[in-house]
């Protein structure tokens, strides 16, 4: 067993050399395997953290709101919020800060999940700031006619004031001197460049240069300018145009646009300022040179008070009259039938129901514009002989038995046969229109892709186009083209059934 020892020993040398080998290339093996799966997993690390940035650079936030909001809305954090949108969704102008739109105001409607632009908003404390189009009544043009102001109410006409028009000609003309009354209760929207009597200076004010007592108007005349001394009992605080002023803006109908537009090139044009409460209109003869010494006549009878209702209307309505006259004369208002309450049917006249015109005798009577073609042709009696400064209501009905657009229907007094005292009173818009049918009320409205104000436009339709109405979402409807496209119409542009 001794001499068995070294001769062992020295087989293990070589066993434990190649052992430490074998160890030493594990070793390297799994060092080798340890960096190759450390540096894979670096690499899907940059990967999927340069997956990340790209995301985030394709993607935004904007400001869109949480419902639908009406115009004039002040804007807060209940009731708009912060919303991911990829870059190509991104509308221009979008706000992407809700600080950028707290605590402003909505000038138009906003659809929910609609984004908000900067241009849709004002500041709070002018919530109602508007174009010159958005205070134009529908159906009507904005004109700016020039007027002489030293002639016209001294300059103290202001907007939402309503004004009749007269026209002054000379021989050259229309053969003759000559005025007469162009149109009557007219809007005024602006006065210069103001739209808001806040926008005006005041009597008595800083502004004005002048006081209660010693007030003067520099305005132009043809010669030159003047100071038209206001009197001592002109109260503080009314506004007034400045003095460079001499243009006032109106809200007329497209026929009357024409004719103003005539009349300013070749006469001269004045107002004059209407009571504020008084829509009445009157019958009145040109004036010429002759009429200049011939006593003034006052019409023998008045009417004070009109309701034509409802304004809205479908077959098978009623739509009711009611007028209120006044016997202004000395003498009796003879009167004839048919007696008041008396119903027409759509399309009927007081000549086919047998109620043909004694002279002398006096009616009232309901006029539209274009829907009929005989003149006034729905008339009721007084129900009796209307003694010297009585008044009485005389009521009436016509039954709609067709569908029509938009038209504006009046109450007027006439002297039968021919000679009307008085029209245009009370003027109201009626519409008889299906459910599913619309009118446009605005020179061209646009058809959009969808609901939103920041949709594509499709197309533009023009006033008093019918459209069919397929569908509704907040305050936009779906509508059908003439040609049968679809599309989308804000409900400002547009009358319907039932609106």
Avoid: C
Wanted: aromatic letters at 6%; proline letters at 6%; charged letters at 15%.
């Amino acid at each position: 067993m001794i001499n068995g020892g070294p001769k062992s020993s020295g087989r293990r040398g070589p066993r434990l050399v190649l052992a430490i080998a074998l160890g030493a290339a594990a070793a390297a093996g799994v060092y080798m395997y340890v960096g190759s799966v450390q540096q894979t997993a670096q690499q899907s690390a940059r990967a999927a953290a340069q997956q990340v940035t790209t995301a985030a650079a394709t993607r935004a936030r904007v400001v869109v709101a949480k419902t639908t909001l009406p115009a004039q809305t002040v804007l807060t954090q209940d009731n708009v919020e912060l919303r991911d949108v990829t870059n190509d969704a991104i509308q221009p102008n979008a706000a992407t800060a809700l600080n950028d739109v707290q605590g402003k105001a909505l000038t138009v409607p906003v659809a929910a999940s609609q984004q908000i632009l900067t241009p849709f908003l004002a500041n709070a404390d002018q919530p109602d700031v508007k174009k010159l189009a958005d205070l134009v009544p529908a159906g009507k043009r904005a004109m700016s006619v020039t007027f002489t102001e030293l002639n016209t109410a001294g300059g103290l006409v202001a907007p939402g004031d309503y004004v009749d028009v007269i026209g002054v000609f000379n021989k050259t003309t229309l053969g003759k001197d000559q005025s007469m009354l162009l149109l009557q209760d007219i809007l005024v929207l602006a006065v210069a460049q103001n739209t808001s009597v806040d926008q005006l200076p005041r009597q008595g004010s800083s502004a004005s240069g002048s006081s209660q007592t010693q007030s003067a108007l520099p305005l132009p005349t043809r010669g030159g300018s003047t100071s038209v001394p206001l009197p001592q009992s002109t109260p503080a605080n009314v506004p007034f145009a400045p003095a460079q002023t001499r243009t006032v803006t109106l809200a007329v109908d497209p026929e009357a646009a024409e004719r103003l537009a005539l009349a300013e090139d070749y006469g001269h044009l004045r107002y004059i300022v209407r009571p504020g409460t008084e829509r009445t209109q009157s019958s009145v003869i040109p004036a010429d040179l002759t009429t200049l010494v011939s006593p003034l006549q006052v019409a023998a009878g008045q009417i004070i008070a009109t309701e034509i209702n409802p304004t809205n209307t479908k077959v098978g309505d009623t739509l009711d009259v009611k007028i209120t006259v006044r016997n202004t004369s000395d003498k009796p208002l003879q009167t004839m039938g048919p007696e008041p309450g008396y119903t027409y049917v759509q399309g009927q006249t007081y000549f086919t129901q047998q109620f043909a015109s004694e002279p002398g005798k006096w009616r009232v009577a309901l006029g539209s514009a274009g829907l009929d073609s005989t003149d006034l042709p729905y008339r009721w009696g007084l129900g009796g002989d209307l003694a010297p400064g009585a008044t009485t209501t005389i009521t009436g009905h016509i039954k709609v038995t067709q569908d029509f657009k938009t038209t504006n229907f009046w109450a007027s007094l006439v002297n039968e046969p021919s000679t009307v005292v008085q029209t245009g009173v009370g003027m109201t818009l009626v519409t008889s229109l299906p459910q599913n049918l619309a009118i446009v009320a605005v020179d061209a409205a646009n058809v959009r892709s969808s609901p939103s104000i920041a949709a594509s436009v499709l197309d533009q339709v023009k006033y008093g186009t019918e459209l069919q109405i397929i569908g509704q979402s907040a305050d936009w409807f779906k509508i059908k083209l003439p040609d049968q496209r679809e599309g989308w119409v804000a409900a400002g542009w547009i009358v319907t059934a039932g609106q």
